[in-house]
T-cell receptor, first 112, second 116 residues
């Protein structure tokens, strides 16, 4: 079946460096993508979203890039901080946030 | 931002008992809420879609008589795990859908259920 997946299950970066978390999706009909951050024992927290009519969107310290040609999504975190340590999930759907399909997650660890 | 409150955050119960988890949208009305289950180091798995005033829609493989969902108001959905067993131990998360033209999903803080 079609699914959303991640290339790297774990990622360790030095504090202050930039982080890049990748996600591959296979449903070519998906046109809405979201990145969530989940800290241990908590629910997912919305970070940033992007629709398929865009290839880049920027937020505060975060940038999401969408490459529809290769069905690839990435989340870039600038100047990574200890508080950024968490599991990051990409999610996708067709049209809206209703019934999102979640990827398998990447554990980001920020080293001092 | 929108707030979704989930209660309790943690519950320990004996095998065979039932546990109710509440999910409330505090500052918006949510005609649709979702319930997920998450095992350690795994992704969120959608269990069911809860619609206000109608029956919930369950995903394939989820027992509707085991996981009772009630969405009696626009701000409250409840999930009851009936006759809980150790294999039901998991992290349960709810989410609420806000908006119509530009829908966004907001998550509760999750409930860690441990069945002894």
């Amino acid at each position: 079946g079609e699914s959303v997946g991640l290339h790297l299950p774990t990622l360790s970066v030095q504090e202050g460096d930039n982080s890049i978390i990748n996600c591959a999706y296979s449903n070519s009909a998906s046109d809405y993508f979201i990145w969530y951050k989940q800290e241990s024992g908590k629910g997912p927290q919305f970070i940033i979203d992007i629709r398929s009519n865009m290839d880049k969107r920027q937020g505060q310290r975060v940038t999401v890039l969408l490459n529809k040609t290769v069905k690839h999504l990435s989340l870039q975190i600038a100047a990574t901080q200890p508080g950024d340590s968490a599991v990051y999930f990409c999610a996708e759907n067709k049209g809206s946030a209703r019934q999102l399909t979640f990827g398998s997650g990447t554990q980001l660890t920020v080293l001092p | 931002g929108a707030v979704v409150s989930q209660h309790p955050s943690r519950v320990i119960c004996k095998s065979g008992t039932s546990v109710k988890i509440e999910c409330r949208s505090l500052d918006f009305q949510a005609t649709t809420m979702f319930w997920y289950r998450q095992f350690p180091k795994q992704s969120l798995m959608l269990m069911a879609t809860s619609n206000e005033g109608s029956k919930a829609t369950y995903e394939q493989g989820v027992e509707k008589d085991k996981f009772l969902i009630n969405h009696a108001s626009l701000t409250l959905s409840t999930l009851t795990v009936t006759s809980a067993h150790p294999e039901d131990s998991s992290f349960y998360i709810c989410s609420a859908l806000r908006g119509s033209a530009n829908e966004k999903l907001f998550f509760g803080s999750g409930t860690q259920l441990s069945v002894l």
